[in-house]
């Protein structure tokens, strides 16, 4: 796949203000992949239904063409997804994840010149979050208070197992949360492996294993061992630890200085609300970051709004085993702004820069990237950041326009 010089790509426009910005990322990335290569290359763009759009069309809000096609052609870029109201879905999104098992939802986080941020430097934020996608409370293992489901899972946790910590057992919903040793061995091979290959120098395991010792602490401790058998490359802070429960303090400081001076990246592990603190104040110690999926889920937010990226920042989710991978908008279908030409749409134009690398197609990536921050820094950008900017917003179309100009000016 990654060779081929005229993949065909299956799009989902998406639902709201998805047709506003897959329109405009379209001819964007056509635009950059002609001005890097001319006729050389080119994508070949499938449609495929997904969303309110299919269930028009089909009665289905995820017709079985659409998974197939993207099982056939691997890669794929999507728009965001009205959630089906009671309709046997949790959210589709949820479901193309596990469907392709899709583990690894990977979140670059940094800052763009003249974006609107709520930090003195915003600059300092620059980090790539790898969150696990197919475990943890999304597995959807979940009973209503006071359902049958709830009646007899609370008896065997009573009777079979002698949990007495229930406060309210006759009105408590349970939830179940599966973290394997599998599940988070690949996400973590994931987040070391993007940090070994972008030359990056420090990967955080986030984690609440404090509070929940076999399932967040399991992750970390997996993460780990799993350094341990295959990453000699690695010095992990664990490691430190013991050196210095051991041999004392400053052997292992000794230790830390050596693995750094031989260029080691450095694994550490830090719990989920004291990274939260962490990222406002020194978020310049943090470049990979691997966590579970709810962690994951908060972190990706906070993190996009402290550089004031809500909005623009992007996402994929990738199967590294099997190839397969969505590339898509981070935020939703926008309803309240839908068809005004309003919407911003550089999340799925950066999500689309993410997936002409994983193409190794990096000059056209490039090309979008710069396009971008030349728009951000001249204070050409939509509705959203116009006012904050004080100025005069262009629409979607106007704003791909001046993007397409800029990246066939920066020839
Ligand atoms: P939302 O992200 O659609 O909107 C939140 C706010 O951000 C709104 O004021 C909206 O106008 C603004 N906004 C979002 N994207 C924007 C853009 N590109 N440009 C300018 N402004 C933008 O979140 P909300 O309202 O909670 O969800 C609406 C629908 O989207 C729901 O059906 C939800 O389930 C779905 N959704 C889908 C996602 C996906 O497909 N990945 C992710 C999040 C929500």
Redesign the pocket.
């Known amino acids: 796949m990654t060779k081929q010089l005229h993949p065909v790509i299956p799009y989902i426009e998406?639902d709201?203000?998805g047709t506003e910005?897959w329109r405009a990322t379209q001819k964007v990335i056509d635009a950059a992949v002609y001005s890097a290569y001319q006729t050389e290359r080119k994508i070949t763009w499938l449609e495929v239904l997904a969303g309110q759009k299919a269930f028009d069309q089909t009665g289905s809000w995820l017709p079985k063409e659409t998974l197939a096609a993207l099982k056939k052609y691997k890669l794929a870029i999507k728009g965001?997804?009205?959630?089906p109201i009671g309709e046997g879905f949790r959210?589709?999104?949820v479901t193309l994840r596990q469907e392709l098992d899709l583990y690894a939802c990977v979140r670059p986080i940094r800052y763009f010149k003249g974006v609107p941020s709520p930090l003195k430097a915003p600059g300092k934020t620059d980090m790539t979050i790898f969150r696990e996608n197919t475990e943890d409370v999304y597995a959807g293992i979940e009973f209503a208070s006071e359902s049958a489901e709830a009646k007899q899972l609370l008896d065997f946790l009573t009777k079979k197992l002698a949990v007495t910590t229930i406060r309210f057992p006759a009105t408590s919903a349970l939830g179940i949360k599966p973290i394997s040793q599998e599940g988070s061995q690949r996400l973590i091979t994931a987040a070391l492996d993007y940090a070994l290959e972008h030359e990056k120098k420090r990967v955080t395991f986030v984690h609440k294993g404090n509070i929940m010792k076999f399932t967040e602490g399991g992750f970390k401790n997996w993460g780990y061992e799993l350094i341990k058998e295959n990453y000699p490359q690695v010095f992990t802070m664990d490691r430190y630890k013991k050196i210095a429960a051991e041999t004392g303090i400053e052997k292992a400081d000794v230790a830390l200085k050596e693995a750094k001076n031989l260029g080691k990246i450095i694994v550490d592990d830090v719990i989920a609300d004291n990274f939260l603190q962490q990222i406002l104040l020194y978020p310049e110690n943090y470049q990979v970051v691997a966590t579970t999926n709810l962690n994951g889920d908060y972190i990706s937010d906070a993190l996009a709004a402290q550089v004031g990226g809500?909005?623009i920042s992007p996402g994929a989710n990738i199967n590294y085993q099997t190839g397969h991978a969505i590339f898509?908008?981070?935020?939703?279908?926008?309803?309240?702004?839908a068809g005004k030409g309003?919407?911003?749409?550089c999340?799925l134009l950066l999500s689309a820069g993410m997936m002409l690398d994983h193409l190794g197609w990096f000059e056209a990536s490039e090309k979008i990237t710069a396009a971008i921050e030349k728009a951000l820094q001249s204070k050409h950008v939509?509705?959203?950041f116009a006012q904050a900017l004080d100025t005069n917003a262009l629409s979607t179309a106007e704003f791909s326009d001046y993007l397409i100009n800029a990246l066939q000016k920066a020839h």
């Open positions: 998406g709201g203000i910005i965001p997804l009205t959630t959210s589709l999104n809500i909005g898509e908008a981070t935020h939703g279908t926008a309803p309240d702004i309003w919407a911003n749409p999340s939509t509705h959203d």
